[in-house]
């Protein structure tokens, strides 16, 4: 596994949580770090990303509420999140790619369920 996620979990609606992803310093360096996450039934929806040059974008659905960042140092990409609700249950997945191409890299996904 080349991408390595973390930091899924239960939280209550409101709460927060911080995912973190791992990888080798080649494929942090080289490409765009993002989140994506799916439930069941649906595709796989990108939430946000990274450049390597720190530019970020949103989906609109966690605009404001979720922050990516990355740590250059430790090749760590983070996804904070924050007023959590229901419909941000999901499986997250850590994923890298060149700008502008799909992700050739992906992480085995952390689980988040908020509950109500």
């Known amino acids: 596994v080349q991408l390595q996620a973390s930091g899924g979990g239960l939280v209550q609606a409101g709460g927060s949580l911080r995912l973190s992803c791992t990888t080798s310093r080649i494929i942090f360096n080289r490409n765009v770090m993002r989140w994506y996450r799916q439930t069941p039934g649906k595709q796989r929806e990108l939430v946000a990303a990274?450049?390597?040059?720190?530019?970020?974008n949103y989906a609109d659905s966690v605009e404001g509420r979720f922050f990516i960042s990355k740590d250059n140092a430790k090749n760590a990409v983070y996804l904070q999140m924050s007023s959590l609700n229901p419909e941000d249950t999901a499986v997250y997945y850590c994923?890298?790619?060149?700008?502008?191409?799909?992700?050739?890299?992906w992480g085995q996904g952390t689980l988040v369920t908020v509950s109500s």
């Open positions: 990274i450049t390597p040059g720190g530019t970020t």
């Open positions: 994923a890298a790619g060149l700008y502008g191409y799909p992700p050739a890299y």
